[in-house]
Nanobody
Framework: QVQLVESGGGLVQPGGSLRLSCAASGFTFDDYVIGWFRQAPGKEREGVACISRSGGYTNYAPSVKGRFTISRDNAQKSVYLQMNSLKPEDTAVYYC??????????????????WGRGTQVTVSS
């Protein structure tokens, strides 16, 4: 079955960096678009970034554009989120999600049927 496993979260100081990974299994990875989402305590889950099947198209939430970079390695069945210049407001549980299809990826939660369990990112001094 479709399985997504996030890793790479942790505690980092403001201004620091982290690289999240999402390892996929159980499906033909390059048939799926991938999104990264996050949910902070007391807030709704929100889209962070998304990437097309080939990796040629990416999109970012305004709050992270210029600081975060999404990428994928189809041979390794993995997606990455490089997060730089982290801020306390980036603190959240980060999830990767997948959906099959050829249309451009979006950051609409309802479009993604498959989700990982998340990895905690805490930005604090």
């Amino acid at each position: 079955q479709v399985q997504l496993v996030e890793s790479g979260g942790g505690l980092v100081q403001p201004g620091g960096s982290l690289r999240l990974s999402c390892a996929a299994s159980g499906f033909t990875f390059d048939d799926y678009v991938i999104g990264w989402f996050r949910q902070a305590p007391g807030k709704e889950r929100e889209g962070v970034a998304c990437i097309s099947r080939s990796g040629g198209y990416t999109n970012y939430a305004p709050s992270v554009k210029g600081r975060f970079t999404i990428s994928r390695d189809n041979a390794q069945k993995s997606v990455y989120l490089q997060m730089n210049s982290l801020k306390p407001e980036d603190t959240a549980v980060y999830y990767c999600a997948a959906r099959r299809g050829s249309t451009m990826p979006t950051m609409l939660l309802d479009e993604y049927p498959y989700w990982g369990r998340g990895t905690q990112v805490t930005v604090s001094s």
